[in-house]
């Protein structure tokens, strides 16, 4: 058992409060996680993840089984709370917030002095201010951070998460760790939990600042994807390969073009630099327009798939993730492109994806099914490489040339130069 905290609770056990839980747990930790999902709560306490992620069932079923983690539906008293639930965006790309204001609302009554609450949901700047007023308002028999002095029952950080889908349980420990209290005392609390299993380094600083790393790293990516993004466009417009124009750039010492692809996914990188265009208004152009040609990708993708397609071809695509090597399709640009062929082409479209048993509901068009790589590529007049996954590296180069193709990802481009598509 852990001295300085007996019970944590994780508030939010999907991709990121689960790992959080189990590698906590795995440290001699009681955890008791909270979910709202109660499907998800009876398979944890089943000793099983309700998502893949390697190493991450083995570790549940392990802590489970040892009765160090449970999960349950309503919060229940702990010395330190860690949040990690959603934090989409509304339809007008504002931050929704409603997800942290209801986990705040639910732990408020099990709250005592002397608890920790860490935020670790990627939030725009003022989140955790804003949850510290709520949890107030809930509870006025205790003294929450309000002007940074330490008089205050409760502890509050914000820390945000960096963790990579497929390596997270690796990166949970060996990632540096950005704490930022809304006091010194907080900063410090929160940096102690997180030691416990963090290798890294825990870099202190104060709540604004840490919601501000978050944010500026997956900007930092997004406007360095919308340059290759806009590079591969261009390219194509030239009748360049872009790939081979980034190889031979990135030999200059000082230059590192990142590697185009169809759009940006996930649920990080296309979402949260809107936060900070939300809040910085006029003063964000740079972030805004590259949220906006990294959001057209798909649709050139699409115009370029169609350019080549004919009717009543058959098109393959190949991927639906959002990445490479994962079955996770959250935000996938490629689920965009497919949605988009399936209204506007009027011939099969064939959907492989080697990750999934089946489609999600989004995608049960009438022209569009599920199928075997071998199969979609033998039977496809037009290949549509959307995602670079490890069994599409394996198709035989002269099966690619015998079709008209496009690649998205440069995965393919010394096979199929006459029917190049640069993006
Ligand atoms: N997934 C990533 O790779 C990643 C990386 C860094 C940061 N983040 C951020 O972490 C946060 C969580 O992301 P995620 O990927 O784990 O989301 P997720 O959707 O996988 O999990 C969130 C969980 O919270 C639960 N939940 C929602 N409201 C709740 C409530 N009031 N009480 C208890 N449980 C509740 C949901 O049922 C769900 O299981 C987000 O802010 C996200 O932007 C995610």
């Given at each position: 058992m852990?001295?300085s ?16 839980a ?16 109660a ?15 390697p190493?991450?069932d083995?570790m549940?079923?392990g802590?489970?089984?040892?009765g ?9 008293p ?15 790309r504002?931050?929704?917030?409603s997800?942290v204001?209801?986990a ?10 002397g608890d ?6 990627t ?15 809930a ?15 409760i ?8 963790i990579i ?10 990632n ?11 900063t ?25 790393v ?8 997004d ?17 360049i ?15 590192n ?11 990080c990188i ?8 939300h809040?910085a ?5 740079l972030?805004r327009t590259?949220r ?14 169609m350019?080549?397609?004919?009717p009543?071809?058959?098109?393959a ?29 009027d011939?099969?479209v ?8 089946q489609?999600?509901p ?7 099914k ?18 670079d996954h490890?069994e ?9 040339r ?5 690649d ?11 029917n190049?598509a640069?993006?």
């Amino acid at each position: 058992m852990n001295q300085s905290y007996g019970t944590v609770s994780v508030i939010g056990l999907g991709y990121i409060g689960l790992p959080t839980a189990a590698v906590l747990a795995s440290r001699g930790v009681e955890v008791v996680g909270v979910d709202v999902n109660a499907t998800a709560v009876s398979e944890i306490n089943e000793g099983r993840a309700h998502f893949f992620e390697p190493e991450l069932d083995a570790m549940v079923r392990g802590t489970v089984q040892e009765g160090r983690l449970r999960a349950v539906l309503q919060p229940e008293p702990a010395d330190a709370f860690i949040i990690a639930v959603p934090t989409p965006l509304t339809a007008d790309r504002a931050p929704d917030l409603s997800y942290v204001d209801a986990a705040g609302v639910s732990i408020a009554p099990v709250l005592k002095a002397g608890d920790l609450i860490i935020l670790e949901s990627t939030s725009p700047v003022g989140t955790l201010e804003r949850l510290a007023a709520t949890l107030a308002a809930a509870r006025p028999d205790l003294a929450f951070p309000a002007d940074g002095s330490d008089a205050s029952d409760i502890l509050m950080a914000y820390c945000p998460e960096r963790i990579i889908p497929g390596r997270m349980m690796t990166e949970l420990v060996e990632n540096d760790r950005i704490v930022g209290g809304l006091t010194k005392a907080a900063t410090t609390a929160a940096s102690a939990l997180y030691g416990i299993f963090v290798r890294g380094k825990i870099v202190p600083t104060d709540a604004r600042t840490a919601e501000m790393v978050k944010l500026t790293e997956n900007a930092y990516r997004d406007v360095n994807i919308a340059f290759a993004n806009e590079l591969s466009m261009v390219c194509d417009g030239l009748d360049i390969d872009a790939w081979e124009v980034i190889d031979l750039a990135n030999h200059h010492p000082r230059v590192n073009i990142l590697q185009p692809g169809p759009g940006v996914g996930g649920h990080c990188i296309a979402v949260d630099p809107w936060f900070i265009v939300h809040a910085a208004g006029e003063t964000a152009p740079l972030m805004r327009t590259a949220r906006e040609v990294n959001d057209r990708k798909p649709d050139f993708v699409v115009d370029k798939i169609m350019a080549l397609a004919s009717p009543g071809d058959r098109i393959a695509c190949l991927g639906l993730a959002y990445k490479a090597d994962t079955d996770d399709l959250r935000e996938s640009p490629a689920i965009e492109i497919v949605e988009a062929l399936c209204r506007k082409h009027d011939g099969e479209v064939m959907l492989v994806e080697p990750n999934i048993a089946q489609l999600p509901p989004r995608l049960s068009l009438p022209n569009a099914k599920l199928i075997a790589m071998e199969e979609a590529v033998n039977n496809a007049d037009v290949l549509a490489l959307l995602v670079d996954h490890r069994e599409f590296k394996a198709i035989e180069p002269e099966v690619i040339r015998s079709k008209k193709s496009i690649d998205t990802r440069g995965l393919w481009r010394a096979y199929s130069r006459q029917n190049r598509a640069n993006d």
